[in-house]
Each structure stands twice: as C-alpha cells, then as structure tokens.
C-alpha cells in the first residue's frame, strides 16, 4: 500500500473514530440532562399530588390549562353525572395505581358542572368480568343519581393513538388510549373540557367503578444510560488508539 494510500486510510479512521466518540458523548451528557429534568418532574408531580385539592379553574382559564404545567394537580368540584354511554378504555395494570395490577378497564363518563360544562371523569377501575354492556346492568350505574356531587381527583391531560395502538371497539365502546375528544365524538358526549379528571373520591358504595390516590412511578434509569453512552464513547476511542498505535509500528 502507498503512503498516500495509508494516510488517507488513518485521516479516515481518525475522522470516524473522533465523530463517533463525540457522538457517543453528547448521547451521554443528554441523558445527564434528561436525568435532571425528571428529578424536576418528579418533584414537581411529588408536590402536586401532596397539596390539598384547589377548585377546578373556571372554563374560561381551561386553555391556558397544559400537561407540563398542571397534570396530576388535585382538584375539587361539583358535578352531576350524565346518563350518557360510558367508555371503557382498556388497561392492563397501572402505573399510577398500585392497586390496579390485573386486566381490566377504565371507565370514562361526562360529568356536568354547576355552571353547565361537561367535563369527563375517569370514574375508576372495572374488572374484566364487570365490564357489562346493558343498560341496566353498566358498571357506572351506580354514579347515575341524577343527583350533583363534590368531586375531588386529578387533572389529567388526553392522549392520542400510536401507530400500533389496538383500534377501538365502537360497538363495545371499548378504547384501548385515552382520546377523550375522540370518544365524545363517537359516543355524542357533545362539547367536554379539553382536560378529564382521574376520580379520587368518592367511592361508590358498591366498590365499582374503583376511584382511588394516584401514585405515579416514574423511571428514572438516566444515569445508567448516560454510563452506558459514555463507556461506549471510550471503547471506540480506546480501539481507535490500539489501532492508530499498531499502524505506526507497521
């Protein structure tokens, strides 16, 4: 090989070498940051859910509303449920339940405020073998009195179907994602609140639907990953060395 040949080989190689170990770097020190960001999530969701329930914010205020700034904020309010049909959106176990860890589903319905809004609540977990249909015979059954109640739960923000998320049930007004604004679409809930809430009391005699206290439990393995990234980072630039190192004694 000439020696022009050799040099544009190592000029390569040292390109290679130095791009990736950057890379490899910067992948690291990202996970640092992201690491720091859910400490700040995690304090902040800690604080949320320890405060004392705050009145729901008038209508007027429900678009400034946003997930970074207010999910899992408790609040309270008074609400008469609507004898509308109920979703069931599907959950297999919870990560913000510690009491929910079989199949089973949620149970969604429009609630209406004092002031006339409709605002959708998570009313709480139905197992599988409750989860009836008939009129007479719905899990919510037991929420329609006709009658208004203080609601106390948690501010909760809706989400959107992903690529393999399972298509919905429209018959069985089964859900398998949390698209409160597609599910009053189907189900002809009419105008709701650009937020639910996730039910916290109170219980239902009966047991069923089960509101119950969140307790999220957020992963936080970044440090782990940033070590990774950056053992990847001096591998390649420990192998480059080796490699720069036996060229130069050929």
């Not at 996970?31 to 914010?57: G, S």
């Not at 199949?103 to 139905?126: C, D, H, I, K, S």
């Not at 006709?146 to 298509?167: D, I, N, V, W």
């Not at 429209?170 to 398998?176: A, V």
């Amino acid at each position: 090989m000439s020696m022009a040949a050799r040099g544009r080989g190592v000029i390569g190689m040292t390109v290679f070498a130095l791009a990736m170990t950057a890379l490899l770097t910067g992948l690291g020190f990202w996970q640092l940051e992201r690491r720091d960001e859910k400490h700040a999530l995690i304090a902040a969701l800690n604080e949320r859910l320890a405060a004392e329930p705050v009145l729901l914010p008038p209508s007027a205020e429900w678009s400034k509303l946003d997930a970074t700034h207010d999910e899992f904020r408790r609040v309270r309010f008074t609400a008469t449920f609507e004898n509308k049909p109920d979703a069931m959106i599907y959950t297999s176990s919870s990560a913000v339940r510690s009491d929910v860890t079989t199949p089973g589903a949620w149970a969604f319905l429009p609630a209406r405020t004092e002031n006339g809004e409709q605002v959708v609540v998570n009313a709480g977990y139905v197992p599988n073998d409750m989860q009836r249909r008939a009129e007479e015979d719905r899990a919510v059954a037991p929420l329609l009195t006709g009658k208004p109640e203080t609601l106390t739960g948690y501010l909760r923000f809706p989400e959107q179907a992903g690529l393999f998320t399972a298509h919905e049930n429209e018959p069985k007004r089964l859900w398998f994602v949390r698209d409160v604004p597609r599910i009053a679409a189907a189900l002809n809930w009419g105008k709701v609140a650009p937020f639910y809430i996730d039910l916290e009391t109170p219980v239902p005699a009966q047991g069923v639907p089960k509101p119950g206290a969140l307790v999220p439990k957020l992963r936080d393995n970044h440090l782990q990953y940033a070590i990774t990234w950056f053992g990847l980072a001096l591998a390649v630039f420990g192998t480059f060395g080796f490699w720069l190192f036996g060229k130069q004694r050929t």
